[in-house]
């Protein structure tokens, strides 16, 4: 989560297109023999090829807990170590089985009973039954530490309780639209039980983990790699590789270096200048495809926690919302994606990106803050903010507009944009500091910070991003964490946050989730600069084929699954991926035109993306 943050955050289904009735899903593909406990791999760098698929990665592990991990590094580890009750389809993101074969809810909508598959073991050889799932779910809802990464899940949850082995119930207080897409990894309670105290335990010391996806982890060093091996009995079917490697790069340069030279299999995050220069070189590609993500500028609302203490030095003039207006219209969105993004990518809007269709908003003319500097001058001229004699704005209580910006160290994407930001916002006598940092992390947990670069991976449904901005997820005191993004509290959201949460009518949530970010967008705390594309590449001469999802035009890297890198097929097999022998129900990159853009070798520049976006996942 969080993807979170997401980030939350998490990814798509693949093959085998299991159909979806109308609320009810029935299925059961494939069955798997006994589970197989991998082994550890061997000390050291993996060096990619043979039958290694090495996946370059610029982000921190936070945690290999799936209770407590909001990178989307780390939950799309866990997607790939742990099934969850349902899946997403790779080719239109509709829910499909996981754990669950199949769902029902009562007709009061309280109470959803799932069928729990009878073929998925845990890689230790014991069977993964409901009994696992009312586990994890029950200690999320009686341990607020296990609810840290995925507590908007099991909050409105009453009771949870396995009848038999294969029958989950829950039982609701109110309706939850989240019934189909409940983004929570299901651990094994045989394990899991034995675990203390859940706000430290990092899941990091004992190897092999213990699992039911796809993939089973069998080593880790912070900052250098995570290992995995195939889960032999992974009811689906196994990967194709041998061996699954995520290799931590802090330089984006040196990722690119790495896969030009054939020591990575795949680098996500490319800078348009990164993928430029890739286009010429032999067996790379390049995938070039609508985001999922957006990039934002939050703005510190004054950071707070839920027993009413204040904290941190965010500046108080940021708490006026004609300061924050004034910002607002202050950024050229356009220039951003033509000349930071060079075009690939699409100019910020609404709190969803647009390849969400039916949650897609974006301002009516009346309400859109346009970039318009002279506005801009205007408002804060009328909010009491004059020019001095040395043409700094200034407050009613005379402190200057100087303002910090937090920026990724790691993200070229951050440092040209607060150039940018520096030449407009200066113009209006407003200074600006920027603060590049490996780890944004402190200063943003302890409210230091008057402005940061944010960002976000957007599920499918969007209740988990939403949730980061209602006043439920601040810190409990000053000295805790939540699960909150920005410290945002504001009830006008949080009452449609509400109403959507239990509105089954999808058109009617829609127009709910629309009216959150109308308000979201017309409190200032969140400007939605640009809509990145998903720039990436992987070699041909290591990877066969491989899905992306959405199959029209979709992404590899941060999936809503694991379809990406279990449907990953070596370059030197022939045969496919998974139980039914290949990526046929996959969209295979490199084969439509519209979806994929080739492209090779060359010079390298700039780095990945975000830490950012991918920080707060």
Same mark, same amino acid.
């Given at each position: 989560?969080?993807?979170?943050?997401?980030?939350?955050?998490?990814?798509?289904?693949?093959?085998?297109?299991?159909?979806?009735?109308?609320?009810?899903?029935?299925?059961?593909?494939?069955?798997?023999?006994?589970?197989?406990?991998?082994?550890?791999?061997?000390?050291?760098?993996?060096?990619?090829?043979?039958?290694?698929?090495?996946?370059?990665?610029?982000?921190?592990?936070?945690?290999?807990?799936?209770?407590?991990?909001?990178?989307?590094?780390?939950?799309?580890?866990?997607?790939?170590?742990?099934?969850?009750?349902?899946?997403?389809?790779?080719?239109?993101?509709?829910?499909?089985?996981?754990?669950?074969?199949?769902?029902?809810?009562?007709?009061?909508?309280?109470?959803?009973?799932?069928?729990?598959?009878?073929?998925?073991?845990?890689?230790?050889?014991?069977?993964?039954?409901?009994?696992?799932?009312?586990?994890?779910?029950?200690?999320?809802?009686?341990?607020?530490?296990?609810?840290?990464?995925?507590?908007?899940?099991?909050?409105?949850?009453?009771?949870?309780?396995?009848?038999?082995?294969?029958?989950?119930?829950?039982?609701?207080?109110?309706?939850?639209?989240?019934?189909?897409?409940?983004?929570?990894?299901?651990?094994?309670?045989?394990?899991?039980?034995?675990?203390?105290?859940?706000?430290?335990?990092?899941?990091? !010391?004992?190897?092999?983990?213990? &699992? $039911? =996806?796809?993939?089973?982890?069998? *080593?880790?060093? %912070?900052?250098?790699?995570?290992? #995995?091996?195939?889960?032999?009995?992974?009811?689906?079917?196994?990967?194709?590789?041998?061996?699954?490697?995520?290799?931590?790069?802090?330089?984006?340069?040196?990722?690119?270096?790495?896969?030009?030279?054939?020591?990575?299999?795949?680098?996500?995050?490319?800078?348009?200048?990164?993928?430029?220069?890739?286009?010429?070189?032999?067996?790379?590609?390049?995938?070039?495809?609508?985001?999922?993500?957006?990039?934002?500028?939050?703005?510190?609302?004054?950071?707070?926690? !839920?027993?009413?203490?204040?904290? &941190? $030095? =965010?500046?108080?003039?940021?708490? *006026?919302?004609? %300061?924050?207006?004034?910002?607002? #219209?202050?950024?050229?969105?356009?220039?951003?994606?033509?000349?930071?993004?060079?075009?690939?990518?699409?100019?910020?809007?609404?709190?969803?990106?647009?390849?969400?269709?039916?949650?897609?908003?974006?301002?009516?003319?009346?309400?859109?803050?346009?970039?318009?500097?002279?506005?801009?001058?205007?408002?804060?001229?009328?909010?009491?903010?004059?020019?001095?004699?040395?043409?700094?704005?200034?407050?009613?209580?005379?402190?200057?507009?100087?303002?910090?910006?937090?920026?990724?160290?790691?993200?070229?994407?951050?440092?040209?944009?607060?150039?940018?930001?520096?030449?407009?916002?200066?113009?209006?006598?407003?200074?600006?500091?920027?603060?590049?940092?490996?780890?944004?992390?402190?200063?943003?947990?302890?409210?230091?910070?008057?402005?940061?670069?944010?960002?976000?991976?957007?599920?499918?449904?969007?209740?988990?991003?939403?949730?980061?901005?209602?006043?439920?997820?601040?810190?409990?005191?000053?000295?805790?964490?939540?699960?909150?993004?920005?410290?945002?509290?504001?009830?006008?959201?949080?009452?449609?946050?509400?109403?959507?949460?239990?509105?089954?009518?999808?058109?009617?949530?829609?127009?709910?989730?629309?009216?959150?970010?109308?308000?979201?967008?017309?409190?200032?705390?969140?400007?939605?600069?640009?809509?990145?594309?998903?720039?990436?590449?992987?070699?041909?001469?290591?990877?066969?084929?491989?899905?992306?999802?959405?199959?029209?035009?979709?992404?590899?890297?941060?999936?809503?699954?694991?379809?990406?890198?279990?449907?990953?097929?070596?370059?030197?097999?022939?045969?496919?991926?998974?139980?039914?022998?290949?990526?046929?129900?996959?969209?295979?990159?490199?084969?439509?035109?519209?979806?994929?853009?080739?492209?090779?070798?060359?010079?390298?520049?700039?780095?990945?993306?975000?830490?950012?976006?991918?920080?707060?996942?």
């Amino acid at each position: 989560m969080v993807t979170k943050v997401p980030p939350r955050p998490v990814a798509p289904r693949r093959l085998v297109r299991l159909l979806l009735a109308a609320g009810v899903t029935a299925t059961a593909l494939a069955a798997a023999p006994q589970a197989a406990q991998a082994a550890p791999a061997a000390e050291g760098d993996a060096k990619s090829g043979g039958n290694t698929l090495t996946v370059a990665v610029s982000q921190s592990i936070d945690s290999l807990s799936p209770f407590l991990a909001q990178k989307l590094t780390s939950t799309s580890i866990h997607r790939l170590a742990y099934e969850y009750l349902t899946n997403y389809d790779p080719k239109d993101a509709k829910p499909i089985p996981g754990l669950a074969t199949s769902w029902t809810s009562s007709p009061d909508k309280l109470t959803w009973t799932y069928t729990i598959r009878k073929d998925s073991k845990w890689s230790d050889g014991q069977q993964a039954t409901a009994e696992d799932a009312a586990w994890t779910f029950t200690k999320m809802m009686t341990d607020e530490n296990a609810a840290t990464a995925n507590g908007s899940f099991t909050s409105n949850f009453k009771k949870v309780s396995a009848p038999d082995p294969q029958t989950l119930v829950i039982e609701l207080k109110k309706p939850q639209a989240t019934m189909t897409a409940l983004d929570v990894p299901i651990v094994p309670r045989h394990v899991w039980e034995k675990v203390g105290d859940f706000s430290k335990f990092n899941n990091d !010391k004992q190897f092999p983990i213990v &699992g $039911n =996806g796809p993939y089973v982890i069998t *080593d880790f060093k %912070v900052d250098q790699y995570i290992k #995995l091996k195939p889960n032999k009995s992974f009811w689906r079917g196994a990967p194709k590789f041998d061996e699954l490697v995520f290799k931590y790069y802090k330089d984006g340069d040196a990722a690119v270096a790495a896969l030009q030279k054939g020591e990575v299999s795949f680098v996500p995050n490319l800078t348009p200048a990164q993928a430029d220069a890739l286009k010429t070189a032999k067996n790379i590609k390049v995938n070039d495809a609508p985001g999922r993500r957006f990039f934002a500028l939050a703005t510190n609302p004054g950071a707070r926690s !839920k027993d009413g203490k204040t904290f &941190g $030095n =965010g500046h108080p003039a940021l708490l *006026d919302p004609a %300061v924050r207006k004034a910002l607002f #219209l202050a950024v050229d969105r356009t220039t951003i994606v033509d000349k930071v993004f060079q075009g690939h990518a699409v100019e910020g809007e609404g709190y969803i990106p647009p390849r969400f269709g039916s949650y897609f908003w974006k301002p009516g003319s009346a309400q859109k803050l346009a970039y318009d500097p002279a506005r801009a001058g205007q408002v804060l001229d009328q909010a009491g903010y004059r020019k001095n004699g040395e043409g700094k704005r200034v407050g009613k209580d005379g402190r200057p507009l100087d303002f910090r910006i937090l920026c990724h160290a790691t993200d070229p994407n951050d440092k040209a944009i607060g150039k940018y930001l520096q030449e407009w916002w200066g113009k209006l006598g407003i200074g600006l500091k920027v603060e590049c940092l490996d780890s944004v992390s402190d200063p943003w947990l302890k409210g230091d910070y008057d402005l940061a670069f944010d960002g976000w991976s957007v599920n499918p449904d969007p209740d988990y991003v939403l949730s980061i901005h209602t006043c439920g997820t601040l810190p409990a005191t000053p000295k805790d964490s939540g699960a909150t993004d920005n410290f945002i509290c504001d009830r006008q959201f949080d009452t449609l946050y509400a109403q959507q949460a239990v509105e089954y009518d999808a058109a009617k949530r829609a127009d709910l989730v629309k009216q959150m970010q109308s308000r979201l967008y017309d409190t200032g705390y969140m400007n939605i600069m640009a809509y990145p594309n998903a720039l990436e590449a992987y070699r041909t001469d290591q990877i066969k084929s491989i899905t992306t999802m959405p199959e029209a035009a979709g992404n590899l890297w941060g999936q809503d699954g694991y379809w990406s890198w279990w449907s990953a097929v070596p370059a030197a097999s022939a045969g496919g991926s998974g139980s039914d022998g290949g990526s046929s129900t996959g969209v295979i990159v490199g084969i439509g035109a519209a979806v994929v853009v080739v492209v090779g070798l060359g010079v390298l520049l700039g780095l990945r993306r975000r830490s950012t976006a991918d920080d707060r996942e």
